[in-house]
């Protein structure tokens, strides 16, 4: 359980009431974040040890954003009032039944000293969600500025806040000179650094996609549909929201504060399937869940798709924190198609689990055999050593009849416990994600800069240029090799060939920029320095 999902609401009214004043104190230049420096300051009023502190900032901060938003600071009030109360603070205390109704207000000494000096009647500024009516965040304008100058750093209040600062100083201008928004993926917006965590679930149709989602939310969400057929036919996107409803794909795509801008590149044959299904949920406050078409197998293939479908698989991989392939004991067989679509996966290995479902569906000696065949498949289409995680379970509403297989609801019951852990690790984990992923991105524009710009120097100053044109785009694989020798980078990081070879035919090689160290070193300097700073400047203040 995440600190923010800590049942504040059954703090009093008039505890949250002065839990908002005191944030409106601690948040000294009111941009609805309390940072490390506020807080080291507020939080000294109630004589905690700075142990108990470290400890009490861990737990609220569990995403490692470098901040507390209203709610995480009620939460870490609660804890620093148990604290006084002599209670021991550790990361179970989520998890235990402690009575919040009944804990009292923290002694902070000092507070009403400084409530005295502010006037907070005026238009609370906060509600109990921690959004901020009357202030727009700074970040928000960074993408929409025509404005060359550089961001100040003081305008910096989070981990997330940095990479943006990061991309649009550093990163962006050597995607923008050398085309990366072309050749590997869309320029980032304010809505990718700020969006949920995703996961993805991919499978044969009939495997459980849809039920799994509903297994999770323990409800039906809008728009859905299960069979034994394949029933979705469109991409899912399950989100929160204020109430139910579906919203079509065209007019998703286009929502500035949603992360799906780039899927208009997929044209309006994608557009039509593709949907949002929102609700209000818990789990969808923290998680987005993606369901996706069930991949076609033998004759069904044949039919080819509108759109480009193993392209969307990828572009959702890249921005999703957890992908599961699922199967079921009765379609253990790995499609032609399902292949290009594990292999489009390429680079996102680390996000992949397996989920066995329906194993209910066939007893404990023929689900040994039913495991060794899938471990047997799968070693064949991923191509690596490592053993892939499979978790085996019935992720459905049925509940398993131990008396009819003991060994099997036990097992079920450990899988799905740790299939679960692993979920709702995911929003913990969101921030250390997305400095990953934008370190692998930064590597990516830095490889595709040498890529371009060796295109462009291989190519002949005055005659000859389209016959030295079809030369390199023919010999790509070779060119590839002379930049990966030439500056000494991993073949594995390397685009793929093909994709490659397909975007570089719409292009004149010749218009290409030449290398420009300057930014190259940039990115440089953004990987050795600046990134581990920001993180350094946004740890637990109390390390």
């Not at 039944?97 to 009647?121: Q, R, T």
């Amino acid at each position: 359980m995440e600190a923010s999902s800590l049942p504040i609401d059954s703090c009093s009214k008039e505890h949250q009431k002065i839990y908002r004043d005191w944030f409106n104190i601690a948040d000294s230049d009111r941009d609805g974040r309390v940072t490390g420096n506020d807080a080291t300051k507020f939080f000294a009023m109630s004589k905690l040890s700075r142990q108990e502190l470290k400890q009490i900032w861990a737990i609220a901060d569990s995403k490692r954003q470098g901040y507390l938003g209203l709610k995480e600071f009620i939460v870490a009030m609660q804890l620093i009032s148990w604290a006084q109360a002599g209670h021991e603070i550790t990361f179970d205390i989520l998890k235990s039944s402690v009575d919040l109704e009944n804990i009292g207000l923290p002694a902070m000494e000092g507070v009403d000293a400084l409530a005295a000096k502010k006037d907070f009647a005026t238009n609370g500024v906060h509600d109990i969600n921690g959004s901020n009516h009357h202030q727009v965040p700074a970040s928000a304008k960074w993408f929409t500025s025509k404005s060359s100058k550089k961001i100040p750093p003081s305008a910096v209040t989070s981990v997330v806040d940095g990479l943006k600062r990061l991309y649009i100083e550093k990163l962006k201008p050597l995607e923008s000179t050398y085309r990366f928004n072309d050749f590997v993926s869309p320029s980032l917006t304010n809505s990718d650094f700020d969006a949920k965590p995703m996961v993805m679930l991919l499978g044969q149709y009939s495997t459980g996609k849809t039920t799994f989602i509903k297994h999770l939310l323990q409800c039906d969400y809008p728009g859905a549909h299960i069979g034994p057929e394949p029933t979705t036919d469109r991409f899912v996107v399950v989100m929160s929201g204020p109430d139910e409803r579906s919203i079509p794909g065209n007019t998703i795509a286009v929502q500035a504060d949603l992360p799906f801008g780039g899927l208009t590149t997929f044209g309006g044959a994608f557009s039509s399937k593709f949907e949002c299904s929102q609700m209000p949920h818990p789990l969808l406050d923290q998680i987005t869940f993606v369901d996706t078409p069930g991949v076609l197998s033998g004759e069904k293939q044949r039919t080819q798709r509108s759109y480009d479908f193993t392209g969307v698989i990828s572009w959702f991989a890249a921005k999703c924190d957890l992908i599961l392939l699922l199967f079921d004991p009765h379609k253990l067989d790995i499609s032609d198609e399902f292949k290009r679509v594990i292999s489009c996966l390429r680079g996102n290995d680390d996000k992949i689990r397996v989920v066995l479902n329906k194993a209910h569906q066939v007893d404990t000696q023929q689900l040994m055999r039913v495991y060794g065949a899938l471990m047997w498949s799968l070693g064949k289409v991923l191509n690596t050593p490592e053993v892939v995680r499979v978790y085996i379970g019935s992720f459905n509403e049925k509940q398993i009849n131990e008396a009819d297989d003991p060994l099997g609801q036990d097992l079920f019951e450990k899988e799905q416990d740790d299939l679960l852990k692993d979920l709702l690790d995911i929003p913990r984990k969101a921030c250390d994600r997305r400095i990953n992923e934008f370190v692998k991105r930064a590597r990516a524009a830095k490889i595709n800069a040498y890529i371009v710009s060796h295109l462009k120097k291989e190519m002949p100053s005055m005659m000859g240029k389209a016959k030295a044109q079809q030369r390199l785009i023919d010999n790509l694989q070779d060119e590839f090799a002379k930049v990966q020798r030439e500056y000494h980078l991993p073949p594995g990081d390397f685009p793929s060939v093909e994709h490659y070879r397909e975007v570089l035919n719409n292009y004149n090689i010749d218009k290409f920029e030449k290398l420009k160290p300057k930014l190259v070193q940039a990115v440089d300097d953004m990987l050795g320095y600046e990134i581990p700073e920001l993180l350094k400047n946004f740890r637990n203040p109390y390390e």
